[in-house]
T-cell receptor, first 113, second 116 residues
Framework: SQKIEQNSEALNIQEGKTATLTCNYTNYSPAYLQWYRQDPGRGPVFLLL?????KEKRKERLKVTFDTTLKQSLFHITASQPADSATYLCALLVGGATNKLIFGTGTLLAVQP | GAVVSQHPSWVICKSGTSVKIECRSL??????MFWYRQFPKQSLMLMAT?????????EQGVEKDKFLINHASLTLSTLTVTSAHPEDSSFYIC????????????FGQGTRLTVV
């Protein structure tokens, strides 16, 4: 069956540390993978996109890696801040008649001051 | 970035009634809109994909007669939950994209539906 799993439901880290979130998928061949941030009661907000032929992408304090052999993406937030506390979702673009985004289970990140 | 507006942001309705949720793309023409449902502490589950001017494509297990989707214009899609029941209470979110877009998706702010 097709699945997109993120490493844990919740992750607690100290301010200033690097947060690392994992996204694993099975039985998909995505054109690309995206990471979103979702705050309580709000819609997801796009953070980063990485294509299947890219190994790594960076944006300010964010870094994403993509290993299509392992079928895994890692999402890093360096120098984490309490304001980074949110749920982070990975999503795969899967093709067909219409390309559609399928979301992972999500990881709730809590950055302690 | 592109703006997608969803209305209402929350609604409470009585069991057995119908509720309509609107999703508008404010500054671009959305050839495709997606409707998701999210239960507490769970991820977004894709319900259906709607293309302007054609019938929506529903995901497996989603009742098309219960969740009516209309995408009559390039800037508006509606989701009507018919004969709502308490188990339909959830957070409904839409997203929109335009033809040829293969990058980020733009999401509405979501609608919290509570059926009492």
């Amino acid at each position: 069956s097709q699945k997109i799993e993120q490493n844990s439901e919740a992750l607690n880290i100290q301010e200033g540390k690097t947060a690392t979130l994992t996204c694993n998928y099975t039985n998909y061949s995505p054109a690309y993978l995206q990471w979103y941030r979702q705050d309580p009661g709000r819609g997801p907000v796009f953070l980063l996109l990485i294509r299947e032929n890219e190994k790594e992408k960076r944006k300010e304090r964010l870094k994403v890696t993509f290993d299509t052999t392992l079928k895994q993406s890692l999402f890093h937030i360096t120098a984490s801040q309490p304001a980074d506390s949110a749920t982070y979702l990975c999503a795969l673009l899967v093709g067909g008649a219409t390309n559609k985004l399928i979301f992972g289970t999500g990881t709730l990140l809590a950055v302690q001051p | 970035g592109a703006v997608v507006s969803q209305h209402p942001s929350w609604v409470i309705c009585k069991s057995g009634t119908s509720v309509k949720i609107e999703c508008r793309s404010l500054d671009f023409q959305a050839t495709t809109m997606f409707w998701y449902r999210q239960f507490p502490k769970q991820s977004l589950m894709l319900m259906a994909t709607s293309n302007e001017g054609s019938k929506a494509t529903y995901e497996q297990g989603v009742e098309k007669d219960k969740f009516l989707i209309n995408h009559a214009s390039l800037t508006l899609s509606t989701l009507t939950v018919t004969s709502a029941h308490p188990e339909d209470s959830s957070f409904y979110i839409c997203s929109a994209s335009w033809e040829g877009s293969d990058t980020e998706a733009f999401f509405g702010q979501g609608t919290r539906l509570t059926v009492v």
